[in-house]
């Protein structure tokens, strides 16, 4: 084993301070040492974004990041949002509007949608495709995504007047 | 684990990097917004001793003009930042335009400007388009002095340029543009963020009498490296451009490709979309030229 790097990072407001390997992924990290299972690791190789968690406030792939890498900086993942009894607006809506199926590529869609509704408060259909051209889904066909996004653009702009 | 093991290092300072690259030599290996390298170490296609991590360099981030009405651009700068820096969208709109085509969001947010044009993918738009915009490279690297190179001589081959193990490129400048040109970018890809099957890109300058002053065309993913076509000044330099004569160039740039077969497309339809791009891209820079953007 190669030298282990103490890192201290922060994880959905809380502080973690751990010892690992360079080369552990930040997803890996955030699954097997924290137990955050909420992030999904599909393609590895920055192709899917099922992975993609808000590093400093930017979404970013996490299977791209090395976890030494992460310290210092500020993560969150889909468990900051709501909970099972209070859903996130976003969370909500891909409820109401059947926005997921399986659900695999769902954490990584929502982790990529939040930055983009807080961008684009009334994104069109184009600017909702192209927020997430980075993420594949392979049940829904995206519609229901992109209606799921569209009524929570609408929740989330009415609750704020 | 996916990565095979590695020794690693984050320098805080430009210095510091210079240090720890000489020191680690043939075993060092630059890792910058790392989205290429690090899909490269997860599948361990790469398998570097050891990375010197440029994250923890703020020095490397920042887009300045330069005195010539140019910018500089720091190494490490995200590809996000330019696409989305006043600066950049005032005196090189071709840049925002071609960085929406470069991955995805997620990918430019984390991915540097910088280590895209270092990789030297020949796939990837940035180092294509560092050449047709004629940019200059700063090469550092310790006890020997700095090195200016152009992106036409640091390109050398696929993934291969001049910047050795104990370089680093810290800063790209980019020369202006005199008035009344125009740029634009064209591709052809198998779906959004993914690479192109072919693509290319123009800058043009009119004089004022709308004859073509000088061009420049980029002609990428149809060789082991972009391609800077010498065909297009021949035929465009001195003349009124023209629908007949940018079909024309689209023609002869065809000597100057050596497209690939593989999966996704075939060399035959590389050429083909070459000769539509071409023409396209540059009847697009013309009339941005004469609108003087």
Request: proline fraction near 6%.
């Amino acid at each position: 084993m190669s030298q282990l790097f103490p890192i201290k990072v922060t994880v959905n407001g809380t502080v973690y301070e751990r010892e690992v390997e360079p080369r552990l992924l930040l997803s890996d990290f955030i699954r097997h040492d924290l137990g955050l299972f909420g992030t999904h690791v599909g393609c590895e190789h920055g192709m899917c974004g099922a992975c993609t968690i808000l590093f400093d406030g930017e979404p970013v792939r996490s299977c791209l990041i090395f976890a030494v890498q992460a310290t210092g900086h500020e993560i969150r993942t889909v468990e900051s949002l709501g909970s099972p009894e209070h859903l996130h607006p976003l969370q909500e809506a891909f409820h109401e509007k059947h926005g997921l199926q399986c659900g695999f590529c769902t954490p990584g869609i929502l982790m990529t949608v939040v930055p983009f509704l807080e961008q684009h408060p009334h994104p069109s259909e184009d600017e909702i495709r192209e927020a997430i051209d980075g993420n594949i889904c392979r049940c829904t066909g995206y519609e229901k995504i992109i209606e799921s996004v569209q009524a929570a653009s609408e929740k989330m702009s009415s609750g704020k007047q | 684990m996916k990565p095979a093991q590695f020794d690693y290092y984050a320098p805080a300072s430009i210095e510091e990097a210079l240090d720890k690259l000489a020191e680690l030599g043939y075993d060092g290996k630059v890792l910058a917004g790392g989205q290429s390298l690090v899909a490269a170490m997860n599948f361990r296609m790469a398998r570097p001793p050891a990375l010197v991590d440029l994250n923890n360099i703020p020095e490397l981030s920042y887009i300045k003009p330069t005195a010539d009405g140019g910018l500089a651009i720091g190494s490490m700068t995200r590809v996000y930042a330019v696409e989305h820096s006043p600066e950049v969208i005032k005196r090189f709109p071709l840049l925002p335009e071609v960085a929406h085509f470069i991955g995805h969001a997620q990918i430019r947010r984390r991915g540097s400007f910088g280590g895209a044009i270092a990789h030297a993918d020949p796939s990837g738009q940035l180092p294509g388009i560092a050449k047709v915009m004629n940019a200059n490279c700063l090469i550092r690297s310790k006890g020997k002095e700095d090195r200016w190179v152009n992106a036409s001589d640091l390109i050398i081959g696929p993934f291969m340029t001049v910047i050795e193990y104990e370089d680093l490129l810290t800063e790209v400048v980019l020369p202006p543009n005199p008035p009344r040109t125009g740029s634009s970018y064209q591709q052809v890809a198998r779906q959004n963020g993914g690479y192109a099957l072919a693509a290319t890109a123009s800058v043009l300058t009119l004089d004022e009498n709308n004859h073509c002053k000088s061009v420049r065309v980029i002609l990428m993913g149809v060789g082991e490296m972009p391609i800077l076509s010498n065909k297009v000044e021949e035929i465009l330099v001195g003349h009124e451009p023209t629908e007949e004569a940018f079909k024309e160039i689209g023609e002869a740039v065809q000597s100057e490709i050596d497209p690939a077969t593989d999966l996704n497309g075939t060399a035959e339809y590389r050429r083909d979309l070459i000769r539509v791009l071409v023409p396209r891209s540059l009847a697009l820079s013309f009339d941005r030229a004469k609108k003087g953007s």
